[in-house]
């Protein structure tokens, strides 16, 4: 795949345009932030609240979503997934004119169709590989996340130029943008988070930490070898790959690695991330979670809940409070 950089993006194209940015949450206030930044007229689309006020603090022009999409040539859906589907068809749709371009960060809504688009308006996505703290911290470093573009529609035959000019907006082509599908985009996330960083890395922690202490082991000691440390270990190896990072612990936990790891995470393992990707990718998973969010998310709240009770939790807040920094 090709890497786009800053100079094969063209911040000319967004001149004389207004940026609407519905939500303004994690990715919302970032992206905002840096695209003002850049020199965009940004405007930020929000419900009454928490967002609203925030957004009104940092010096943003702020309004109704339907009044931001009426004002604005470019749509910024930064909303929950989940909630896009029905934002657009009460709030978007009603105010959005041919030529106008609706834009994203994932492409949840548009794979799995709870927005269908008009054919007169494009499609665009960008997509920082990063929560929105990290694509605001770099950005102001004067670096900027990695990120991801691509066109879905493209009404006006400028979709790609677009998408460009937000990424370079939000200083993403400094740090390297791939362009891919929405289909790609959409798939690998979900695989990611739910097999890997997420799910899969959250399950690994538990089960160290629970071994550990079930076997009478001090549940402080087990928090830092099962959890805390595990940032020490994605630094090095976000550094410098998996090598650099054998490199820097001792030959006992290097060997480990090789001896113990295989029997943890067995083929099966990967039989099953094959069986969740079919999941991701045939919509099962979208249909099981759009229909847990539109019922009220009680599930998923229960789960929050249930979290917080956890010993790992309960003792990592402990921890913290004892070493941060007075
Ligand atoms: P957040 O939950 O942080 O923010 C959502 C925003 O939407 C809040 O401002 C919230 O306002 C507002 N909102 C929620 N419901 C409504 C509604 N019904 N009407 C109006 N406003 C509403 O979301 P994220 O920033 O995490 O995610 C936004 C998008 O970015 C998603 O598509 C996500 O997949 C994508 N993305 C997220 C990444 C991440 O790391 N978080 C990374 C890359 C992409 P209020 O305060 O009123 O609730
Ligand atoms: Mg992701």
Known sequence: ?????????????????????????????????????????????????????????????????????????????????????????????????AGKALACS???????????????????????????????????????????????????????????????????????????????ETYEDLFGEQNVLCGGMVDLMKYGFETLIEAGYPAEMAYFECIHEAKLIVDLIYEGGIQKMNSVISNTAEWGEYYNGPQILTPDVKERMKESLKRIESGVFAKDWLAEANSGAKVLQAKRAELGQHPAEVVGKKIRSLFEKH
């Open 106 to 184: 994932h492409g949840f809504a548009y794979v799995f169709k709870t927005i269908v688009p008009p054919a007169d308006v494009d499609v665009i996505m960008v997509a920082p590989k990063g929560p929105g703290t990290e694509v605001r911290k770099v950005f102001e470093q004067g670096f900027g996340c990695p990120g991801l573009i691509a066109v879905f529609q493209d009404a006006t035959g400028k979709a790609k130029d677009m998408a460009l000019a937000m990424a370079k907006a939000e200083g993403l082509t400094r740090g390297g943008v791939l362009e891919c599908t929405f289909e790609q």
């Open 1 to 97: 795949m090709d890497i786009i950089h800053d100079n094969a993006a063209d911040l000319s194209v967004l001149n004389g345009k207004t940026i609407a940015v519905l939500g303004y949450g994690a990715q919302g206030r970032a992206q905002a932030l840096c695209m003002r930044d850049s020199g965009v007229n940004v405007i930020i689309g929000v419900r009454p609240g928490k967002s609203f006020d925030a957004a009104t603090q940092d010096g943003f022009k702020v309004m109704s979503i339907a009044d931001a999409v009426k004002e604005a040539d470019i749509i910024h859906i930064l909303l929950p997934d989940e909630m896009h589907g029905p934002v657009f068809e009460a709030e978007i749709k009603p105010n959005l004119t």
